[in-house]
């Protein structure tokens, strides 16, 4: 749903992620994190022209 | 404006203290501990720290029932408004419903986001960028995404009224660029937010070249046509609500409409009746497609009850108790179907009736219903 308001707000919607992770899986909530801190310094400053 | 200034500008001290409003008022009858007539004499009696802190200060949903039967007139729902503009300051807020979500985009939106909105539209019909007529949808786009799981596509309302348009000869400006009217963000006490949604839709209309601005949703016409000209003065373009506009073309013959077989009552939004003196052109409508099916309310007109919430804000077991009791009242008239002016009326009064299993009733916006009764 928030990524559908996205689209209509014209936001970025590979702005927002949502995964599960278990406590036990601490090497993949590394991963996840980093490709998604990855993605958003990639994609730079969001159109409202807040802090990346 | 502080308490005392309110008190002055509304002439709150005329107060008869004869306890029409809160014997009128809807929240009163299920929340005891509610009461207009309490928060006046409150007022005057200076006790402002009381009052503002006071939870049920977000509790009136501004329906105007009591300002309606005042002997003395007095307008309770702006002077709330006002009172909630210095509780706000204070930094008291109402419980928002639906996680702020709603209330998210209003701030989005006067932040600057560039919409991509209106998808639905150029699927609907024929639209335009610039041209004499403009339609403002609202925040329908978004309560089509946060209400599908109640059943409710708000969305139905303004592809009707773009293919009624169109029907007419009519060619819509719609835009990505409008923003929320801003309407819920006064009534919580936040005008700074609303001016800026106020501002970039009064220029976003000046520069398409539109005279005319037609509206589907009651809170937007009365917001455009009483606020916008109280904190920007003229607007250089006309307000017209969509049933107005549509009786006429029926009159004309400009469109026809069919005699279905169903029966309906209807209900009247607060802000398209008792604010905006609205009754007539959507019971017109309703008599030339259904006749004497068409079935009065008890409490109708400047008589009916609110749907229950307001603002996106402060939905609690009262709202659900209020709108119980309508909806019952609507089935008490051997009417199938309750017909909706507004779109939150229909999200709230949808919301309340899929909880009540025994309910054969069916809600249906009006505007959806012209358009499935064009010939």
């Known amino acids: 749903m928030v990524w559908e308001l996205m689209d209509l707000l014209g936001i970025d919607r590979r702005r927002l992620e949502l995964q599960w992770v278990s406590s036990a899986e601490g090497a993949r909530f590394a991963e996840i994190v980093t490709s998604f801190t990855g993605r958003i310094m990639e994609l730079g400053k969001s159109s409202l022209g807040v802090a990346a | 404006?502080?308490?005392?200034?309110?008190?002055?500008?509304?002439?709150?001290?005329?107060?008869?203290?004869?306890?029409?409003?809160?014997?009128?008022?809807?929240?009163?009858?299920?929340?005891?501990?509610?009461?207009?007539?309490?928060?006046?004499?409150?007022?005057?009696?200076?006790?402002?720290?009381?009052?503002?802190?006071?939870?049920?200060?977000?509790?009136?949903?501004?329906?105007?029932?009591?300002?309606?039967?005042?002997?003395?007139?007095?307008?309770?729902?702006?002077?709330?408004?006002?009172?909630?503009?210095?509780?706000?300051?204070?930094?008291?807020?109402?419980?928002?419903?639906?996680?702020?979500?709603?209330?998210?985009?209003?701030?989005?939106?006067?932040?600057?986001?560039?919409?991509?909105?209106?998808?639905?539209?150029?699927?609907?019909?024929?639209?335009?960028?610039?041209?004499?007529?403009?339609?403002?949808?609202?925040?329908?786009?978004?309560?089509?995404?946060?209400?599908?799981?109640?059943?409710?596509?708000?969305?139905?309302?303004?592809?009707?009224?773009?293919?009624?348009?169109?029907?007419?000869?009519?060619?819509?400006?719609?835009?990505?660029?409008?923003?929320?009217?801003?309407?819920?963000?006064?009534?919580?006490?936040?005008?700074?937010?609303?001016?800026?949604?106020?501002?970039?839709?009064?220029?976003?209309?000046?520069?398409?070249?539109?005279?005319?601005?037609?509206?589907?949703?009651?809170?937007?016409?009365?917001?455009?046509?009483?606020?916008y000209p109280l904190y920007f003065g003229e607007l250089g373009f006309e307000a017209v609500h969509f049933y107005d506009y549509i009786e006429k073309m029926i009159g004309e013959g400009a469109l026809k409409l069919s005699d279905g077989a169903r029966a309906y009552t209807y209900h009247d939004p607060c802000r398209l009746g008792r604010m905006a003196k609205i009754y007539e052109s959507p019971r017109a409508i309703l008599h030339s497609l259904a006749g004497d099916r068409f079935r009065e309310m008890e409490r109708n007109r400047e008589n009916s009850v609110c749907c229950g919430t307001t603002g996106w804000a402060n939905c609690s077991s009262c709202s659900k108790q209020i709108q119980a009791e309508r909806l019952r009242e609507a089935k008490a008239t051997g009417a199938k179907t309750l017909v909706t002016a507004c779109p939150k009326c229909q999200i709230h009064l949808s919301c309340a009736l899929s909880s009540m299993e025994d309910m054969d009733l069916e809600i249906k916006d009006l505007t959806t219903l012209i358009s499935e009764s064009m010939r």
């Open chain 2, 1 to 227: 404006m502080n308490i005392g200034e309110s008190v002055n500008l509304y002439r709150a001290y005329y107060c008869l203290d004869c306890g029409v409003c809160t014997g009128s008022c809807p929240v009163s009858r299920v929340l005891p501990t509610f009461s207009p007539r309490l928060v006046v004499e409150k007022a005057m009696l200076e006790l402002g720290d009381e009052l503002l802190g006071d939870r049920d200060l977000w509790s009136c949903l501004t329906c105007g029932r009591c300002y309606q039967r005042c002997p003395t007139n007095i307008n309770f729902p702006e002077f709330m408004r006002n009172l909630r503009e210095e509780a706000a300051k204070r930094g008291l807020s109402p419980t928002l419903t639906h996680h702020g979500m709603l209330q998210s985009v209003m701030e989005f939106q006067a932040a600057g986001v560039r919409q991509k909105k209106t998808d639905w539209a150029r699927e609907a019909g024929k639209i335009a960028d610039t041209g004499e007529v403009f339609y403002f949808v609202g925040c329908m786009p978004y309560f089509s995404v946060i209400f599908r799981d109640i059943g409710v596509d708000s969305l139905s309302i303004g592809r009707s009224v773009i293919k009624i348009l169109n029907a007419a000869g009519i060619t819509p400006v719609v835009s990505d660029e409008e923003a929320c009217c801003g309407h819920d963000m006064l009534w919580n006490g936040n005008p700074e937010t609303f001016k800026k949604l106020a501002a970039k839709n009064i220029e976003l209309i000046r520069s398409s070249g539109a005279k005319k601005v037609v509206f589907s949703c009651p809170e937007g016409y009365y917001t455009f046509k009483h606020h």
